[in-house]
């Protein structure tokens, strides 16, 4: 199983310039995520889809947009990137609470290195 | 504002010892708490976790701690390996909530 698909691997921007994360999951969950990874920082939710159709800001939404294409897909896109957004960015997809989902586990991707000189 | 603290960016211990990584949470909603395992240049992984109903869980080498008065959450790992060594997030939701809401992490070293 593939899990969590995350592309591209490693992208290096210029200011300005716009790009799109792309995002698959195959476990058929209903809600995805996008983080973003800093030194120090932790892990911080940039938006999050609950389910097919809906998306949320998160914690650090500013200068991100996402699109859930459907419920396989969900992806982050930079309209004007900037060196603030030089980060690893992680997807992630889980169930529904109650759904057999108790603990809230969320699957991750393997990350996405973003340098935006 | 930080709901979640990770207050030791790092931890050495040596092989065969216990290793205890500390987390503390300032929302008193939270209901559910998560340890994840990351590996350089791979995604973060779940390890174990434990609700709010209960103060331990155990997992083989792995317990979970939480003491809801001190909003205070601990993983012990016994005994440690090297192949233990990665960064450790501690991770909490809302009652109710998907999101989760990481904690800024704990970079474990085990030496031989």
């Known amino acids: 199983n593939a899990g969590v698909t995350q592309t591209p691997k490693f992208q290096v921007l210029k200011t300005g310039q716009s790009m799109t994360l792309q995002c698959a999951q195959d476990?058929?969950?209903?809600?995805m995520y996008w983080y973003r990874q800093d030194p120090g920082m932790g892990l911080r939710l940039i938006y999050y889809?609950?389910?097919?159709?809906?998306?949320d800001k998160g914690e650090v939404p500013n200068g991100y947009n996402v699109s859930r294409l459907n419920k396989r897909e969900f992806s982050l896109r930079l309209e004007s990137a900037a060196p603030s957004q030089t980060s690893v960015y992680f997807c992630?997809?889980?169930?529904?609470?109650?759904?057999?989902?108790?603990?809230?586990?969320?699957?991750f991707g393997e990350g996405s290195r973003l340098t935006v000189l | 504002d930080q709901q979640v603290k990770q207050n030791s960016p790092s931890l050495s211990v040596q092989e065969g010892r216990i290793s205890i990584l500390n987390c503390d949470y300032t929302?008193?909603?939270?209901?559910?708490f998560l340890w994840y395992k990351k590996y350089p240049a791979e995604g973060p992984t779940f390890l174990i976790s434990?609700?709010?109903?209960?103060d331990k869980n155990e997992d083989g080498r792995f317990t979970v701690f939480l003491n809801k008065s001190a909003k205070h959450l601990s993983l012990h790992i016994v005994p440690s390996q090297p192949g233990d060594s990665a960064v450790y997030f501690c991770?909490?939701?809302?009652?109710?909530?998907?999101?989760?809401?990481f904690g800024t992490g704990t970079r474990l070293l085990v030496s031989p």
């Open positions: 991770a909490a939701r809302n009652t109710g909530f998907q999101k989760l809401v």
């Open positions: 992630a997809s889980s169930g529904l609470l109650g759904d057999n989902w108790v603990t809230g586990e969320l699957f």
């Open positions: 929302n008193s909603m939270f209901d559910y």
């Open positions: 889809s609950a389910s097919e159709g809906t998306t």
């Open positions: 476990m058929n969950h209903n809600s």
């Open positions: 434990i609700s709010s109903i209960k």
